[in-house]
């Protein structure tokens, strides 16, 4: 995801990261650009044509976190042919043209490679307005913050590989990960946010802890105000927590004051999400209109706490 843009002419390239993300922003005239980003997961649930749905949705997410519209996209595939017959590969594709149909992109081709791990994902191509794309260095003091998908991916997700999780839970997870953001994204724009990222595997601590640094700002966040997926926190609770998660703590811990908070709510704070929903930063007037709006269009969004002066860094209260 953008850093910052410097680049104020036709043909310059507008370059930066987030943590693990990468993307790239071409101009092409004062009102246009182009933005490219790639992605690929390996399996995250057991049935192959949701799994391609999943690293689909989890694929365009930067292109919406930067507030563009993808316009088409390459499929990266990993496959053991050896293992796997190529009939279930083709249902993989299938959930991924389910996602483009969905959001109105075209796929247009795509490279295949032999791997011993399945992975799937796509290099999405997309539009931009040069003058309203949402950074991850937006961020201001005073803003409200809002989380448009809950937390616990990762924990049942988990949860789901060890043939532990409850259908509830299940259904709840994929519902979360194969649902676009893009009504986070033009609700976020409409609200004239210009500080934004999307949550996936570092966690809401690890992205939103990035962007409280690239912003030079702290954030402030409620752990009571933090929506949950149905069941992730009893899963947690039982150890279920992916490596990845612990990890994201661990990187986290320097910006981190968790207050009183235990261990086992900072994991859940640092939980690795697979396609998870955007935050993003928004005057405190606003934030109202946009909680309704999100709520109509099926979002299970919250105000989950503000932005500070004050070192960078993650305040959990």
């Known amino acids: 995801m953008v850093r910052g843009l410097h680049a104020d002419t036709p043909g310059e390239l507008l370059v930066g990261t987030d943590t693990g993300d990468d993307a790239a ?3 092409l005239d004062d009102a246009r650009a182009i933005v490219s980003t790639a992605d690929f997961i390996t399996p995250v649930v057991d049935d192959a044509r949701t799994w391609g749905r999943v690293a689909a ?10 507030g563009g519209q993808p316009l ?8 053991n042919t050896d293992a796997l017959p190529t009939s279930l590969l083709g249902e993989v594709l299938a959930g991924g043209q389910d996602v483009a149909t969905e959001a109105g992109f075209a796929i247009v081709g795509g490279h295949t490679i032999d791997d011993p791990e399945p992975k799937y994902g796509m290099s999405v ?3 931009i307005d040069p003058n309203r794309i949402l950074t ?13 998908k809950p937390l616990g991916v990762g924990v049942i997700t988990t949860a789901i590989k060890a043939d532990v999780a409850a259908a509830a839970s299940s259904d709840a997870a994929i519902a ?7 009504v986070g994204s033009r609700v976020a724009l409409a609200a004239g946010a210009t500080g934004c990222t999307d949550v996936t595997g570092f966690g809401l601590l690890g992205h939103l802890g990035r962007m409280a640094i690239e912003s030079r700002v702290r954030v402030s966040i409620a752990f009571d105000a933090i929506p949950f997926l149905d069941g992730a926190v009893e899963l947690a609770r039982d150890g279920l927590m992916p490596g990845g998660s612990r990890r994201n703590l ?6 981190l004051d968790a207050g009183s908070h235990d261990e086992l709510s900072q994991l859940l704070v640092a939980d690795a999400q697979t396609s998870g929903g955007l935050v993003f930063g928004i005057d405190p007037g606003e934030t109202a209109g946009v909680l309704a709006e999100l709520a109509d269009t099926g979002h299970s969004a919250a105000l989950i706490g503000s932005v500070t002066a004050g070192p960078p860094g993650f305040t959990l209260t």
Do not use: C
């Open 57 to 66: 949705a989890n694929s365009v997410s930067d292109v919406y976190a930067m």
């Open 72 to 79: 088409f996209a390459l499929n990266l595939v990993g496959w």
């Open 125 to 127: 191509t997309g539009i």
């Open 136 to 148: 991850n260095a937006g961020l201001a003091v005073g803003q409200d913050l809002v989380l448009t």
């Open 176 to 182: 979360s990960m194969t649902r676009l953001n893009d």
């Open 250 to 255: 661990d990187w986290g811990r320097e910006l």
């Open 25 to 27: 922003v071409w101009r």
